[in-house]
């Protein structure tokens, strides 16, 4: 967090209570100052924020703090609170117009600033400066001249005033007033104190605050009063006595996040002034003491039935005032809030060898670019990908205690750790040889028939778990274990097949591979191979973990489960699957697998390639449909068909004869084999009479679907390779 100080100032405007008020666990607070009364009038803060030391080494130091925050693990946001013209030098710090910086960094500048909180920042001038015509121009210059004059005509009053109330030694009044008076004089007719006229160039060609950054502008309010027959009169707004409102908050964007705040700082009694301007101005070169002066004007006030009130705040009360920094506070709160993602719950973290943890936690953020680890304190230098939850700590020391904290992370904020959770490595893990499999619990998806991993305990090799989707339950049963070093470590790995039934007369299989711990290696669900409808697991054959390659025998089957229902299941073809262990997963390296039997049923057929027909029947349990096939024209090709067939033009809708066209003069119909893994595509149930403006979903399928929805008439697109159709795909014409 970046304190930026105003005009005809420096950093030492921020006094304890700003730190006190804005300094988080999780922030660092500090200054840029580039204000140096002791230069007179070239003290840069009365300077323009184009000036080198302003707005540009403003920008370099959002750069430099937003480095050094990446640099320590931050996120690399810098989060700036202006006061007065500090917020005309963030403007300026924020666009390439200002700051000498090319587009690209500036872009990559403002990328790092999170939010802008600004305190009476005079955005379209001030209105102590007039309101730039040539009357109240002159009039200004003219109060300036005056001040001057007082300031060099009355400068040892005025400089052992300002030594009393900063507690110096008054035998330093000369000193104050050779630098104050230049400086007053600065004050008044500097760069900075002319461009604060309304409409001045530069004013007008200080770019606006980036879209992207929100803002949060408070304005100070104060009511100019006045006493006339013993009742106070209100004069109206006057801002924070040097910036108005409207000025203040000219920087808020409608319909964003951006707030416009105000301050309530009371009254100011101008009575009290008038009867100042009233007083004599005293000839000699010695002015009444400022004691008598506001007892000389009080008693004036009080016989003519005023009350004294004075503002409880104003501009340059700004920057310590409770309410203002209370504000700030606000406003910095609630951008950390909306941005920083959830705390991660339910950290666990369980030994996986004598060297290395398993960590997992719940993910509960939705706006988490990823996530941090720190080991006994020391942040991880990798990170992990957002939706991450679970990970692996390697490289540790075997009986040694390790604690470990998750935090969720985005471009912004972090969030806060978890609970630090801690365990011990042990000196040496059980091996996976030593575990009871047959009454082990186990994680599992039935080989990939479910998206969720579910708790299986098994006894005696069995147990009936809970089946999410159907009403049955899946039944699971170790089929067998074998055990053999395929890690190359020394140290033996066990292979564990484990059958699954659906309840549906479908068992498939997946294997497990664990090592010390146990802990599990990975799991492999082998798949069939081309021309096959599934696979199962050979009983009759076995499993092998040799050097780094695990064997398993295999049953491939040409019928599906629907055709073994209905009687036509054929025998499986044996054959062996292999996988190998690449250090990291389980890599299928090769097969031993007879090609798929050639099925003598198989009716001839001249159909070969990309086929559009209407299918007329369907026999499931041979896996034949009869198809009356058509000829099929699109675009040109479509046009030329229409003319040659004589298309009246009256039938030329929905894109017929421009996009498509087809011939259906062929009366001869074929009976065409389906391939037991031909990928079948049809319509959406609740789209039986599809809407031709609309898009259609479509949904895998099987031929007794497409048998059920013979009676809509549905054109069928189809491959057809080695006299098997290998797709079907139900597609609509208007």
């Not at 000219?250 to 319909?255: L, M």
């Not at 579910?454 to 006894?459: A, E, H, K, T």
């Not at 349990?621 to 004589?646: H, M, Y």
């Not at 009256?650 to 084999?673: E, F, K, M």
Request: hydrophobic share 35%.
């Amino acid at each position: 967090m970046l304190l930026v100080h105003g005009y005809a100032s420096s950093d030492e405007a921020w006094g304890q209570n700003a730190f006190d008020k804005l300094c988080y666990a999780r922030s660092y607070v500090t200054t840029f100052n580039y204000g140096n009364r002791s230069l007179g009038e070239q003290d840069p803060s009365l300077m323009w924020v184009n000036n080198q030391v302003i707005g540009p080494d403003l920008a370099g130091k959002i750069r430099d703090l937003s480095k050094q925050s990446k640099d320590q693990g931050g996120t690399g946001k810098v989060l700036l609170v202006a006061h007065s013209m500090g917020g005309l030098a963030i403007r300026c710090a924020l666009s390439s117009s200002c700051n000498k910086m090319t587009k690209p960094e500036t872009e990559e500048l403002v990328g790092n600033v999170g939010t802008v909180v600004t305190f009476g920042t005079p955005n379209t001038g001030s209105f102590l400066a007039g309101n730039g015509s040539p009357e109240d121009t002159a009039k200004a210059l003219s109060l300036k001249a005056l001040g001057v004059e007082l300031c060099n005509k009355y400068g040892p009053t005025i400089g052992n005033a300002y030594l009393l109330a900063n507690s110096k030694n008054t035998a330093d009044a000369a000193e104050w007033l050779t630098n104050y008076c230049p400086y007053f004089h600065g004050m008044l007719y500097g760069e900075a104190a002319t461009s604060f006229t309304p409409g001045t160039k530069n004013l007008t060609d200080l770019a606006d605050l980036p879209k992207g950054v929100p803002v949060t502008a408070v304005a100070g309010t104060v009511q100019y009063k006045t006493t006339t027959f013993y009742h106070d009169v209100n004069l109206g707004d006057k801002g924070d006595l040097i910036v108005d409102q409207a000025s203040a908050h000219a920087q808020v964007r409608p319909g964003t996040t951006d707030a416009g705040l105000t301050v309530d700082c009371g009254g100011l009694n101008i009575s009290l002034l008038y009867r100042y301007l009233r007083l004599p101005i005293p000839q000699s070169d010695v002015i009444p003491q400022h004691n008598d002066l506001a007892s000389l004007m009080k008693d004036d006030l009080l016989l003519n039935g005023g009350n004294i009130e004075i503002p409880t705040c104003w501009h340059m009360t700004e920057p310590n005032d409770d309410r203002f920094l209370g504000d700030a506070q606000r406003a910095i709160d609630k951008w950390i809030g909306d941005n920083t993602p959830a705390t991660p719950t339910g950290l666990t973290a369980d030994p996986l060898s004598t060297t290395s943890v398993r960590l997992s936690w719940n993910d509960v953020s939705l706006n988490e670019n990823g996530f941090k680890i720190t080991v006994n304190g020391t942040p991880s230098p990798d990170t992990l990908a957002s939706n991450s939850t679970t990970t692996d700590i390697p490289g540790l020391t075997a009986d040694t205690n390790y604690c470990f904290t998750v935090e969720a992370f985005n471009s912004a904020v972090r969030s806060a750790p978890t609970a630090q959770v801690c365990t011990t490595t042990p000196k040496e893990l059980p091996l996976a040889t030593s575990v009871d499999w047959a009454n082990a619990t186990y994680q599992t998806k039935c080989a990939d028939q479910f998206q969720t991993e579910y708790s299986v305990p098994l006894s005696d090799g069995m147990n009936n778990a809970p089946n999410p989707a159907v009403p049955d339950s899946l039944g699971y049963g170790l089929e067998t274990t074998a055990a053999g070093d395929i890690t190359g470590d020394g140290r033996p790995e066990v292979a564990v097949v484990l059958g699954c039934s659906t309840g549906l007369n479908n068992m498939v299989f997946e294997i497990q591979v664990f090592t010390d711990g146990p802990t599990r290696l990975g799991v492999i669900v082998p798949t069939p191979d081309a021309g096959f409808a599934r696979v199962g697991f050979d009983k009759t054959a076995e499993v092998s973990l040799a050097g780094n390659t695990l064997s398993v025998g295999v049953d491939l089957f040409t019928s599906s489960i629907a055709d073994c229902r209905n009687g036509g299941c054929d025998p499986p073809v044996k054959g062996t699957y292999t996988w190998t262990w690449d250090g990291k997963q389980f890599v299928k390296t090769g097969d031993t697998v007879p090609p798929p039997p050639t099925n003598t049923s198989i009716p001839p057929t001249d159909l070969s390639g990309d086929v559009h027909g209407f299918i007329k029947a369907v026999d499931v349990a041979k896996s034949q449909i009869t198809l009356d096939k058509i000829d099929w024209f699109t675009g040109a090709a479509a046009t030329q068909a229409c003319q040659e067939d004589n298309v009246p033009e009256a039938r030329h809708l929905d894109g017929w004869c421009s996009l498509y066209y087809y011939r259906n003069i062929n009366p001869a119909l074929r009976v065409v084999a389906v391939s037991p893994t031909a990928t079948i595509d049809t319509f959406d149930s609740q789209h039986l009479v599809p809407d031709p403006h609309s898009n259609l979903a479509i949904t895998p399928s099987d031929l007794a679907t497409v048998e059920a929805r013979i009676r809509w008439q549905y054109k069928y697109d189809l491959s057809v390779t080695n006299g098997l159709v290998t797709s079907l795909r139900e597609f609509y014409q208007p």
